[in-house]
């Protein structure tokens, strides 16, 4: 073919504003998701570093903590209450601009359309929309910093009454708190134009051929995570808008009455039930968990059968797991609240459905195995990552079938055995599936190669710096370490721990610094990187048959069509181990 | 990479391509690609009304809970103009499709005629809305006064949220419509804002049995 056989009418536009700020291309959107995602990253983990430092040096005066907060850190000494806004402020900008943001809205964006065939997403303006809705919705939630009183205090699920009672709960739960939720419900608008996009582009413009079990597994994962977040964030919306009015409009929706805060009784609430938001919380808030990992999933799946050079062992009953994952996802909020004085009937069936988790969940690990097993291993940095995700995978879930259990969580609740678990299955293995995409499909978005030797150093330090971090908090948890404190330094019974928290400390230290070959290795490539050919990995999906970085919109005017499914590496008898998904259906050589 | 050498930057302008049918993976089609075809746009629509269903019924189960947990759950004495304003979007409802099958009669006069009608009744709806809030006011009614009250005002202002969303869309369609510039491709936004408006019409008659009946 000389010529597209019909060529597009669609141009790029011109001008710098639509090109690249305002833009409709879903390549550019999904790249702003990116950077938005990791500057988000960056200041949550600054944030970390200084709780981290401040739990084993909790009489330290610190000269530039008393410019940077006068009161809350008043001659350099770091108050409890600073210390729970900056835990507030890492899990909310960890959770919702980073875990929620990068791997669904920006890998997701510029490569749903791409791996589908697609021109671009259903609806661009929508699309836009929902960038700068999101990014508006982190200026207000950063804004929080600066108001008077500070960041708020309560949490990432800011439970009320504290979240809901106002500036007399603490400095940061005055306007802090409420630009919290203002943040929070502006971020639910923009997940839920972004899910409207996602789903109908999947089911409405797949190309010719694309059948749903010819889809690559990461388009599966984000259709199920998109499907996720319209459900959850429909109910945030409706929970963060009671609980605004709570604080600015006197209602009572969540405050009970007889609240006695700061030595005054509080007589403008009553009747409000704080179990209510915990009820709408969760039923978001367990959701939210795979709307992080399963995308994180799909390109572990995606990534495994590509550098395995075999195809995915049980494409369809990763497909139908990961249907089951989002299904169950719905019906297990109440084992974030087993302690909430439930009743144990409730709690044993919400245990039971959260041990049927597992299942789906084991399912996904031994399909995993399966692909490697007998594979020709390429150990590129980016399948390196994907086996790092397979590890904090198992690791962390294992410790969820210990929370999941009434009896036990009985115990665990509300120790670090519970934040080393999130951290783990949430937190590192979400970010682990984020890198391994970043130096698998960077070629593809900036048309440079990143460098490996750098990103294998930058993995095997990350490797052993998250596990340094977070295992011993399972540990710590045992002994009953409980989260959320700022300082254990005059607690007889922890004093055996505090080793151990320095230990940990240093390991973030540790990642933290490590974090910085990445970013080294990230701008250094974008712009020196060596160029990337069409298809460097020998991969078989759609975006590998197009340019690096593909054309506006991406098939050039052609319409792809498609032939084989997407993981038919090493077949027998073919030309090479590869078979595209666009190849014509007789470069499957014919049985017999 | 036979096909690699076809992809080019640069763009030979023509018509655009003939629309194909099919497309959702089936081997008898492909899609046409940027821009929201209409199927696209019926499943936005779908997935939408999905969201807000969520949304509504997440008040609404907070409300249940909120008013089996407390004795302080107090009757709001409903507006009677709530009866009128419920007759208006249903009149509005049904203007919008003697509109429609005017338009596939191929009357557009009668479709502009009715679908103005339609779009003028949506605003009287958010008219009579506010009169009613108005008349709670001077009753001494106010968000905060009882949980009843407090959900009143909530369901309500979500509701006429979406409204304002409906009748611009309506607003839309009818000033293209009055301007003569209601090609085919216009027809999808007729249909997708019609439909999402009986949504908003069948919600209300719920809100308005769950006000009557629990609140």
């Given at each position: 073919?000389?010529?597209?056989?019909?060529?597009?009418?669609?141009?790029?536009?011109?001008?710098?504003?639509?090109?690249?700020?305002?833009?409709?291309?879903?390549?550019?959107?999904?790249?702003?998701?990116?950077?938005?995602?990791?500057?988000?990253?960056?200041?949550?983990?600054?944030?970390?570093?200084?709780?981290?430092?401040?739990?084993?040096?909790?009489?330290?005066?610190?000269?530039?903590?008393?410019?940077?907060?006068?009161?809350?850190?008043?001659?350099?000494?770091?108050?409890?209450?600073?210390?729970?806004?900056?835990?507030?402020?890492?899990?909310?900008?960890?959770?919702?601009?980073?875990?929620?943001?990068?791997?669904?809205?920006?890998?997701?964006?510029?490569?749903?359309?791409?791996?589908?065939?697609?021109?671009?997403?259903?609806?661009?303006?929508?699309?836009?929309?929902?960038?700068?809705?999101?990014?508006?919705?982190?200026?207000?939630?950063?804004?929080?910093?600066?108001?008077?009183?500070?960041?708020?205090?309560?949490?990432?699920?800011?439970?009320?009454?504290?979240?809901?009672?106002?500036?007399?709960?603490?400095?940061?739960?005055?306007?802090?708190?409420?630009?919290?939720?203002?943040?929070?419900?502006?971020?639910?608008?923009?997940?839920?134009?972004?899910?409207?996009?996602?789903?109908?582009?999947?089911?409405?413009?797949?190309?010719?051929?694309?059948?749903?079990?010819?889809?690559?597994?990461?388009?599966?994962?984000?259709?199920?995570?998109?499907?996720?977040?319209?459900?959850?964030?429909?109910?945030?919306?409706a929970?963060?808008v009671l609980?605004?009015l709570?604080?600015?409009a006197?209602?009572?929706?969540?405050?009970?009455?007889?609240?006695?805060?700061?030595?005054?009784?509080?007589?403008?609430?009553?009747?409000?039930?704080?179990?209510?938001?915990?009820?709408?919380?969760?039923?978001?808030?367990?959701?939210?968990?795979?709307?992080?990992?399963?995308?994180?999933?799909?390109?572990?799946?995606?990534?495994?059968?590509?550098?395995?050079?075999?195809?995915?062992?049980?494409?369809?009953?990763?497909?139908?797991?990961?249907?089951?994952?989002?299904?169950?996802?719905?019906?297990?909020?109440?084992?974030?609240?087993?302690?909430?004085?439930?009743?144990?009937?409730?709690?044993?069936?919400?245990?039971?459905?959260?041990?049927?988790?597992?299942?789906?969940?084991?399912?996904?690990?031994?399909?995993?195995?399966?692909?490697?097993?007998?594979?020709?291993?390429?150990?590129?940095?980016?399948?390196?990552?994907?086996?790092?995700?397979?590890?904090?995978?198992?690791?962390?879930?294992?410790?969820?079938?210990?929370?999941?259990?009434?009896?036990?969580?009985?115990?665990?609740?509300?120790?670090?055995?519970?934040?080393?678990?999130?951290?783990?299955?949430?937190?590192?293995?979400?970010?682990?599936?984020?890198?391994?995409?970043?130096?698998?499909?960077?070629?593809?978005?900036?048309?440079?190669?990143?460098?490996?030797?750098?990103?294998?150093?930058?993995?095997?330090?990350?490797?052993?710096?998250?596990?340094?971090?977070?295992?011993?908090?399972?540990?710590?948890?045992?002994?009953?370490?409980?989260?959320?404190?700022?300082?254990?330094?005059?607690?007889?019974?922890?004093?055996?721990?505090?080793?151990?928290?320095?230990?940990?400390?240093?390991?973030?230290?540790?990642?933290?610094?490590?974090?910085?070959?990445?970013?080294?290795?990230?701008?250094?490539?974008?712009?020196?990187?060596?160029?990337?050919?069409?298809?460097?990995?020998?991969?078989?999906?759609?975006?590998?048959?197009?340019?690096?970085?593909?054309?506006?919109?991406?098939?050039?005017?052609?319409?792809?069509?498609?032939?084989?499914?997407?993981?038919?590496?090493?077949?027998?008898?073919?030309?090479?181990?590869?078979?595209?998904?666009?190849?014509?259906?007789?470069?499957?050589?014919?049985?017999? | 990479?036979?096909?690699?050498?076809?992809?080019?930057?640069?763009?030979?302008?023509?018509?655009?391509?003939?629309?194909?049918?099919?497309?959702?993976?089936?081997?008898?089609?492909?899609?046409?690609?940027?821009?929201?075809?209409?199927?696209?746009?019926?499943?936005?629509?779908?997935?939408?009304?999905?969201?807000?269903?969520?949304l509504?019924?997440?008040f609404?189960?907070?409300?249940?809970?909120?008013?089996?947990?407390?004795?302080?759950?107090?009757?709001?004495?409903?507006?009677?103009?709530?009866?009128?304003?419920?007759?208006?979007?249903?009149?509005?409802?049904?203007?919008?499709?003697?509109?429609?099958?005017?338009?596939?009669?191929?009357?557009?006069?009668?479709?502009?005629?009715?679908?103005?009608?339609?779009?003028?009744?949506?605003?009287?709806?958010l008219?009579?809305q506010t009169?009613a809030w108005?008349?709670l006011?001077?009753?001494?009614?106010?968000i905060?006064?009882?949980?009843?009250s407090s959900f009143f005002y909530v369901l309500t202002a979500a509701h006429a949220f979406h409204l304002l969303?409906?009748?611009?869309?309506?607003?839309?369609?009818?000033?293209?419509?009055?301007?003569?510039?209601?090609?085919?491709?216009?027809?999808?936004?007729?249909?997708?804002?019609?439909?999402?408006?009986?949504?908003?019409?069948?919600?209300?008659?719920?809100l308005?049995?769950?006000?009557?009946?629990?609140?």
């Amino acid at each position: 073919m000389s010529a597209p056989a019909h060529a597009s009418a669609h141009h790029a536009p011109s001008g710098f504003w639509r090109k690249y700020i305002f833009s409709l291309d879903h390549k550019v959107i999904g790249i702003q998701y990116y950077f938005l995602g990791l500057f988000s990253v960056f200041l949550g983990m600054s944030l970390s570093l200084l709780m981290r430092f401040h739990m084993v040096n909790p009489e330290a005066k610190v000269s530039w903590f008393a410019k940077l907060w006068p009161t809350a850190a008043a001659g350099g000494l770091m108050s409890p209450e600073l210390y729970l806004s900056l835990m507030t402020m890492h899990g909310t900008i960890m959770v919702f601009f980073v875990l929620t943001t990068v791997p669904q809205s920006g890998f997701g964006n510029y490569f749903l359309p791409i791996q589908i065939g697609a021109e671009d997403m259903a609806f661009p303006v929508l699309n836009m929309m929902s960038f700068w809705t999101t990014f508006l919705a982190l200026v207000v939630m950063v804004a929080a910093f600066f108001v008077q009183g500070g960041a708020p205090l309560s949490g990432w699920t800011a439970y009320p009454p504290l979240s809901g009672a106002g500036r007399i709960t603490g400095p940061g739960e005055g306007m802090g708190q409420t630009l919290w939720i203002l943040s929070i419900a502006i971020f639910c608008g923009a997940s839920l134009m972004g899910a409207i996009n996602f789903i109908a582009t999947t089911v409405d413009l797949r190309c010719k051929g694309m059948k749903l079990m010819r889809m690559p597994l990461t388009c599966w994962t984000w259709l199920v995570t998109a499907i996720l977040g319209l459900l959850g964030f429909a109910v945030l919306l409706a929970a963060g808008v009671l609980l605004i009015l709570d604080r600015v409009a006197g209602s009572s929706f969540f405050l009970p009455s007889g609240l006695f805060i700061s030595d005054q009784i509080i007589a403008n609430h009553k009747g409000g039930s704080p179990l209510l938001w915990q009820h709408l919380f969760w039923f978001f808030g367990h959701p939210e968990v795979y709307i992080a990992i399963l995308p994180g999933m799909g390109v572990t799946s995606h990534l495994l059968a590509t550098f395995a050079r075999k195809p995915v062992f049980g494409y369809k009953a990763m497909v139908y797991a990961v249907l089951a994952i989002g299904f169950l996802g719905f019906l297990v909020w109440g084992h974030h609240m087993f302690m909430s004085g439930m009743n144990p009937y409730s709690a044993m069936a919400f245990s039971v459905l959260t041990m049927c988790i597992g299942v789906p969940s084991a399912i996904k690990t031994f399909n995993w195995i399966g692909t490697l097993w007998g594979g020709k291993i390429h150990f590129t940095t980016s399948m390196m990552f994907a086996l790092g995700f397979v590890s904090l995978f198992v690791t962390g879930g294992l410790s969820g079938i210990f929370l999941g259990q009434p009896a036990l969580d009985l115990y665990f609740h509300d120790t670090y055995f519970v934040v080393g678990h999130f951290h783990m299955i949430m937190g590192v293995a979400a970010i682990f599936g984020m890198f391994a995409g970043t130096f698998y499909w960077f070629p593809k978005m900036f048309g440079r190669m990143m460098n490996e030797t750098l990103g294998k150093i930058h993995f095997y330090l990350t490797f052993l710096g998250v596990y340094g971090i977070f295992t011993p908090m399972h540990y710590v948890g045992l002994v009953g370490n409980p989260r959320r404190y700022s300082d254990f330094s005059n607690v007889e019974y922890l004093a055996g721990v505090i080793p151990v928290h320095q230990f940990m400390t240093y390991c973030a230290y540790f990642t933290a610094a490590a974090q910085i070959i990445f970013v080294i290795n990230l701008f250094w490539s974008i712009r020196k990187g060596p160029k990337a050919p069409v298809n460097p990995w020998n991969a078989t999906s759609l975006e590998w048959t197009v340019p690096s970085p593909p054309p506006f919109d991406n098939f050039a005017g052609v319409h792809p069509v498609v032939n084989h499914g997407p993981y038919e590496y090493s077949i027998p008898g073919a030309e090479r181990d590869f078979i595209m998904q666009t190849d014509p259906p007789s470069a499957v050589p014919a049985e017999g | 990479m036979g096909m690699a050498g076809s992809f080019t930057h640069e763009y030979i302008q023509g018509p655009p391509p003939p629309p194909i049918e099919g497309g959702w993976g089936d081997d008898g089609g492909g899609n046409d690609g940027r821009g929201s075809s209409r199927r696209a746009s019926f499943t936005g629509l779908w997935v939408l009304l999905a969201a807000s269903t969520m949304l509504f019924a997440a008040f609404t189960s907070a409300m249940v809970v909120r008013r089996g947990l407390s004795d302080d759950w107090a009757s709001t004495p409903k507006p009677p103009i709530l009866f009128v304003n419920t007759a208006v979007l249903l009149l509005s409802s049904a203007a919008l499709d003697m509109a429609r099958r005017a338009l596939k009669a191929g009357a557009r006069e009668r479709f502009n005629t009715w679908w103005t009608t339609g779009t003028v009744l949506g605003f009287l709806f958010l008219g009579g809305q506010t009169l009613a809030w108005l008349q709670l006011k001077d009753a001494g009614v106010f968000i905060s006064t009882n949980p009843s009250s407090s959900f009143f005002y909530v369901l309500t202002a979500a509701h006429a949220f979406h409204l304002l969303g409906g009748v611009s869309a309506l607003l839309y369609v009818d000033v293209q419509a009055l301007r003569l510039r209601l090609g085919p491709a216009k027809r999808t936004a007729i249909d997708v804002s019609a439909i999402f408006w009986h949504f908003l019409d069948g919600l209300w008659l719920y809100l308005m049995v769950l006000f009557y009946v629990w609140g």
